[in-house]
T-cell receptor, first 113, second 112 residues
Framework: DGGITQSPKYLFRKEGQNVTLSCEQNLNHDAMYWYRQDPGQGLRLIYYSQIVNDFQKGDIAEGYSVSREKKESFPLTVTSAQKNPTAFYLC????????????FGPGTRLTVL | KQEVTQIPAALSVPEGENLVLNCSFTDSAIYNLQWFRQDPGKGLTSLLLIQSSQREQTSGRLNASLDKSSGRSTLYIAASQPGDSATYLCAVNWITGNQFYFGTGTSLTVIP
């Protein structure tokens, strides 16, 4: 089945630790995105990548880092510099010629203990 | 500042009722607008996409309208069912931007 997978579904982190969230897609999509969702708020864009080895900051990139070494993978690292990392993280992707049709993964819920 | 607002934050209706969800945006120079559905703890599923040149889009019991001049969109759900219970998000893609900006969502509960 084609789609986007995110792992793990739930993640717990101690304060001061870095943690990496996985996002993989087998849709052969060019662009990939990371969003953060907090209770009572909409999705906010963290980082996006339109091609391999290239990515741009979104509205709330501080405290996060990404890499795009392969077309199908776009991992997000939440660093200790992110002051309030507890949130629901969503990954999305789309074809370069269909930027309006984003497919979303199931999400990872990160909790800082 | 470009913002997307959805009111109310939560809505409960009895099964079978027709209902309207509202989305407002601050700048009328949009490229398109999209409505999504999100089930608890899940990702988003696209429901309807309205291009700037369109006034409405329909899919089954769903109808989305767009009024750029007033900065508003509505999602009409006919004959609501318990399975429609979810959070509905509106997202706007402005001409000057290269991403979707999401509203805060409306949590809908359809009571059997």
């Amino acid at each position: 089945d084609g789609g986007i997978t995110q792992s793990p579904k739930y993640l717990f982190r101690k304060e001061g630790q870095n943690v990496t969230l996985s996002c993989e897609q087998n849709l052969n999509h060019d662009a990939m995105y990371w969003y953060r969702q907090d209770p009572g708020q909409g999705l906010r864009l963290i980082y996006y990548s339109q091609i391999v080895n290239d990515f741009q900051k979104g509205d709330i990139a501080e405290g996060y880092s990404v890499s795009r070494e392969k077309k199908e993978s776009f991992p997000l690292t939440v660093t200790s510099a992110q002051k309030n990392p507890t949130a629901f993280y969503l990954c999305a992707s789309n074809r370069w010629d269909s930027p309006d049709t984003q497919y979303f993964g199931p999400g990872t819920r990160l909790t800082v203990l | 500042k470009q913002e997307v607002t959805q009111i109310p934050a939560a809505l409960s209706v009895p099964e079978g009722e027709n209902l309207v969800l509202n989305c407002s945006f601050t700048d009328s120079a949009i490229y398109n607008l999209q409505w999504f559905r999100q089930d608890p703890g899940k990702g988003l599923t696209s429901l309807l996409l309205i291009q700037s040149s369109q006034r409405e889009q329909t899919s089954g019991r769903l109808n989305a309208s767009l009024d750029k001049s007033s900065g508003r969109s509505t999602l009409y759900i006919a004959a609501s069912q318990p399975g429609d219970s979810a959070t509905y998000l509106c997202a706007v893609n402005w001409i000057t931007g290269n991403q979707f900006y999401f509203g805060t969502g409306t949590s809908l509960t359809v009571i059997p």
